[in-house]
């Protein structure tokens, strides 16, 4: 009975595409609805994609850090940001150890999804069309993330 209870469990938990266990920060659905505004809910908990265009943080230029929204973790520097033309921040190489990654493969292609390391949440999608020099194009969803500024 117990083996079902847990079973039961971790599907429903990885219905969402985020597994039950394994991240240091885990809250529940209503706590994250309390700490996230609708898009970020969406895009962070349920592998939602905000609009092209949309996110402030695709024209950020300042120097500082991108953060994830939900948890706080540092995920990308300015330095390896670029202007990839689609409307979504993107960089060429995340911070060391703050990115997690697994396959996609809704939408009828396979992808390769980006979360979180630390709570799992949604971040985008890596592809293999980027700038040197990793060749990579991390393609971000802004309202995924918080930028923090340098401070000069």
Known sequence: MRR???LAGLMGSTAFGVPAFGFEVTKSDAE?????SPAAYDVLRHEGTERPFSSPLDREKRDGIFACAGCGLDLYSSSTKFESGTGWPSFWRPLANAIGTKTDRKMGMTRTEVHCRRCGGHLGHVFDD?????GLRYCMN?????FKPSKA
């Open 130 to 134: 980027g700038p040197p020099p990793t």
């Open 142 to 146: 802004g309202v995924a993330m918080r």
């Open 4 to 6: 079902r209870i847990f």
């Open 32 to 36: 994250w609805k309390k700490l996230l």
